[in-house]
């Protein structure tokens, strides 16, 4: 044989092996490609493609003039690269151009995808766009910065959707559902009271937490009249903002450019913004733009190699694996950076494990530490992932500077979210002290609190108060106007409804811990006691803002709420140290009334001592109260910082189903 031959028989098998798919035994064994070149590189001169697909026995690039429709007027091959990538370079300027990849398993052709790393679509997110992200920039963007924030327990959280915000016909904002709401000035509703983003500012809360604004699959962007709603808990694309709430889908500088507007609008008021982050399921799982590149690889699955749905939607994404932690770690990176945002809310967080999520607060904290991190200390329904791997609320000291939900303090407040008729604490059921007094030191140890007693937890799950979130309702389950009426003790008046509602904020408020209300609670809003709206239209979703005249007592009250907190530190203990030395429960021997004192000017709070009490009763109720002159500002549903008296004897009544607080000079 020929020397030449020998040597291109050599080469033949060389390239073969190279280009050949190697067969991993376990999922632990694929790749990690730690570059940080995903998916896209765009510049005048060249575009450059990698994509992550290692079981791939080959890849193209699509190439299109739409991002939507017609077909692909190119189809270009990519090169096996390191680490489970495929590569491809085009020397040309494709600004402008869509693209999908698809990948070949095997001897078959899988659908395309735009992949899992892409950063701009097309409408209804089919095809990825080629962009120039210098173009998506509002004016002034250069000089966007955070609002300020020293602790986590300084924050005050406000869930609202983009489509309630603003659809109702008396919101008084022109761009009704989309971004561009939250950038209107001087919005008012019919009685001439201010709406929109000057409500926010005028409330005081310190952060707005946006339910899904990435690109979910439920709502088709083609069709922006229907009256089609969701709250996005359906991802499609991860990096890419959800196009129904952009003045125009198909234009995929827009969308993201009004993102940016938003964030830098609530910016400029002061207002921090979260997302909220879906990274547990995808909106399918077979088919999902993450399995179309590396099949099952993102996905956990039973030992029956059945798909495991700890989300209780079909799948459940595997956090522990290299590629996925990656892509997580990297993804919130990118929106904390190219959009500003301030915070993340992790949607079951229960279901990633415990080293991504901190792995992740590492990442954040070398952009910026105040950047939040928070999410649901559970599951939807079992996981294969070992539960001391989880980050739920019981593994939540293992997790560094992240916040989880207390169930403990919402249900305890308010009733079982599983028994719509079972009443709680504010609607006179007693024997939840405990609870109540869990809720108000933040979860965090305290040496005045029976153990054995909390509806949920029987031990102190986090570190410091900087990891608890205290709330009575979310956009989940029904809200807080719908449950009291639901769940409503015998002959309770609406007068009653009122006061209980008032009463649990006010808790809420008051403990330890970052407080979290559900928008429009304020104007007190109700959803026609539909417990999940997630489908409902408009007329269930929407905050009518004309409640706002209507309840300009309620909304006082709740504006009174913020303000205490935010003038008065005592409230805003940011250790666990700090709680067990100045926070002081009084026993008064009466069921269903919590009381405590705060005391010696703790966290440098200019009240030297705080008393605050909370009476469950229906009934007014009489407490001993220590000797001193004390200034009432929160009594019987009224809150006046300045004071509403001075009270200087020791036996001091209650009214019904409220709260009273005093504090010493």
Not at 329 to 336: C, F, K, Q
Request: proline share 4%; aromatic share 10%; glycine share 6%.
């Amino acid at each position: 044989m020929k020397r030449t031959h020998i040597l291109f028989l050599l080469m033949t098998v060389m390239l073969s092996a190279c280009n050949s798919t190697k067969k991993y035994t376990s999922y632990a064994d694929y790749p990690v490609y730690d570059g940080n070149d995903l998916e896209l590189t765009y510049s005048q001169q060249a575009t450059s493609f990698r994509v992550w697909s290692p079981t791939a026995t080959e890849v193209k690039v699509m190439l299109y003039d739409n991002g939507n429709e017609g077909g692909a007027y190119k189809s270009l091959d990519m090169k096996r690269s390191e680490n489970g990538t495929w590569t491809l370079k085009v020397d040309e300027n494709l600004k402008g151009k869509f693209y999908t990849f698809q990948v070949r398993i095997g001897e078959k052709w899988l659908d395309e995808t735009p992949g899992i790393w892409v950063k701009a679509t097309g409408v209804n997110g089919k095809r990825a766009a080629i962009i120039d992200f210098s173009e998506t920039n509002p004016s002034g963007w250069e000089n966007d910065v955070r609002p300020p924030l020293k602790n986590f327990t300084d924050i005050s959280l406000y869930e609202v959707h983009v489509r309630d915000f603003s659809m109702a016909s008396n919101s008084g904002i022109k761009n009704k559902g989309k971004f561009l709401a939250f950038t209107e000035h001087g919005t008012k509703n019919t009685y001439g009271e201010t709406t929109g983003i000057d409500h926010l500012k005028e409330l005081g809360i310190s952060h707005v937490h946006l339910l899904p604004v990435f690109d979910y699959a439920s709502v088709d962007e083609t069709r922006p009249a229907d009256n089609k709603y969701n709250w996005g808990y359906d991802p499609l694309n991860y990096n890419v903002p959800e196009g129904s709430y952009s003045t125009d889908p198909y234009n995929p500088v827009t969308r993201i450019r009004e993102f940016k507007q938003m964030v830098q609008s609530l910016h400029k008021s002061g207002i921090r913004v979260i997302m909220d982050v879906v990274y547990n399921h995808t909106s399918k799982g077979k088919g999902s733009h993450l399995d179309l590149l590396a099949p099952n690889y993102f996905y956990r699955q039973n030992v029956d190699s059945t798909w495991s749905n700890a989300s209780g939607c079909g799948n459940e994404t595997a956090s522990e694996r290299g590629m996925m932690r990656k892509f997580m770690i990297e993804s919130v990176v990118y929106w904390a950076t190219e959009y500003h945002v301030d915070g993340f809310r992790f949607d079951l967080m229960g279901i990633h494990d415990i080293e991504t999520m901190n792995a992740i607060r590492a990442a954040l904290d070398k952009i910026d530490p105040t950047i939040f991190m928070y999410g649901e200390g559970w599951t939807a329904s079992a996981s294969p992932l070992a539960e001391e791997k989880r980050a739920v609320k019981k593994n939540a000291k293992q997790l560094e500077n992240i916040a989880v939900f207390s169930d403990d303090i919402r249900d305890a407040l308010k009733g079982s979210w599983m028994h719509q008729d079972k009443p709680g604490f504010v609607s006179g059921v007693d024997s939840l002290e405990e609870s109540i007094k869990f809720g108000i030191v933040g979860s965090t140890q305290h040496d005045s609190i029976d153990y054995k007693k909390p509806i949920y937890s029987k031990a102190p799950y986090v570190n410091d108060p900087t990891q608890i979130i205290n709330y009575v309702s979310c956009h989940d389950d029904m809200c807080l106007v719908d449950k009291l009426k639901e769940s409503k003790p015998a002959n309770a008046t609406e007068i009653e409804l009122v006061k209980f509602n008032k009463l649990a904020q006010t808790v809420v408020f008051t403990s330890q811990g970052i407080p979290f209300i559900y928008a429009g609670e304020e104007l007190y809003r109700n959803k026609k006691g539909i417990h999940n709206t997630y489908q409902s239209p408009d007329s269930i979703n929407r905050i009518d803002w004309n409640s706002k005249d209507s309840h300009k007592d309620i909304n006082n009250y709740y504006k009174g709420l913020i303000a205490l907190r935010k003038e008065h530190s005592a409230f805003r203990l940011p250790t666990e140290e700090m709680v067990q030395q100045h926070l002081k429960f009084i026993n008064t021997k009466i069921p269903n009334v919590v009381a405590y004192l705060l005391t010696n000017h703790v966290n440098n709070d200019v009240w030297k001592d705080i008393l605050v009490i909370f009476n469950g009763n229906r009934r007014p109720v009489t407490v001993q109260i220590p000797q001193d002159e004390w200034n009432l500002v929160c009594h019987d549903g009224q809150i006046n910082l300045s004071g509403l008296a001075v009270i200087n004897y020791t036996l001091f009544n209650v009214a019904p189903s409220s709260a009273s607080i005093l504090y010493t000079k």
